[in-house]
């Protein structure tokens, strides 16, 4: 199996995972792509969904899936999403589309996050992959030189705009053992809208696309 069938692998075992009449929770990226692709299976005995960005909304929408406002939904059972980076107490970080923030929203709605990745994604420790925050654009600087102060090599994501209309400062450089210290240090910031660690809001379940088929880990 390539990369792309382990994702797609991944993907469309999390459709078991979702419980009858629910409108479920729908992220963003290629991963979360595969499973709004296989919806229309389940079509059938599912409400909706609500999506963590405005291309998967449009996604879905092309396959006759109604999207909800999340202010008009009560309870999300389930919400399948990808992750840039996950490890084995199944904290992520994400944010390498740049929905970030709506994904962080979402999830915290979700009873159930469920995690769709390829076995590449899995790590021991966090912070290989550049770590996304979400900043108002007038505190661009002043987030990057507090970052500075934290160990990181902050980049702006050149010629990228968020759904909220921020920009992300892609953070190199951090080696993340306390993630959600660090979640929440960098929330505190002031002009950071949110950042793309998942420690305080983890997946509950993931299921890791792998050469030998898709495992399950809690
Ligand atoms: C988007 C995300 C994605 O879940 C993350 O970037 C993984 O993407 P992919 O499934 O394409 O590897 O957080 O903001």
């Known amino acids: 199996m390539n990369q792309n069938e382990m994702k797609q692998a991944a993907a469309e075992a999390a459709l078991a995972f979702v419980p009858d009449d629910c409108i479920v929770g729908v992220g963003t990226g290629s991963t979360a792509n595969y499973f709004i692709d296989a919806l229309p299976r389940i079509q059938a005995r599912i409400q909706g969904a609500v999506a963590s960005s405005e291309a998967s909304a449009e996604r879905l929408k092309k396959l006759g899936i109604p999207v909800y406002d999340l202010n008009a939904v009560d309870r999300i059972p389930v919400y399948v999403d990808g992750a840039d980076e996950i490890n084995h107490y199944l904290q992520m970080i994400k944010g390498g589309g740049g929905a970030l923030t709506r994904e962080k929203i979402v ?35 002043l987030v990057a030189r507090k970052l500075v102060l934290l160990g990181g090599r902050p ?22 053992a306390e993630a959600s210290k660090l979640e929440g240090e960098i929330n505190q910031m002031v002009g950071v809208v949110t950042n793309g660690l998942f420690a305080r809001r983890r997946a509950d379940v993931l299921l890791l696309g792998t050469a030998a088929g898709v495992k399950e880990m809690r």
């Open 107 to 141: 999830a915290e709605v979700a009873e159930q996050f469920i995690c769709v990745a390829d076995e590449s994604k899995l790590v021991s420790v966090l912070g290989k992959f550049p770590l996304p925050v979400e900043v108002i654009p007038m505190a661009r600087s």
């Open 155 to 176: 980049v702006l994501r050149e010629g990228f705009v968020t759904d909220n209309g921020n920009l992300i400062l892609d953070v190199h450089g951090l080696s993340i």
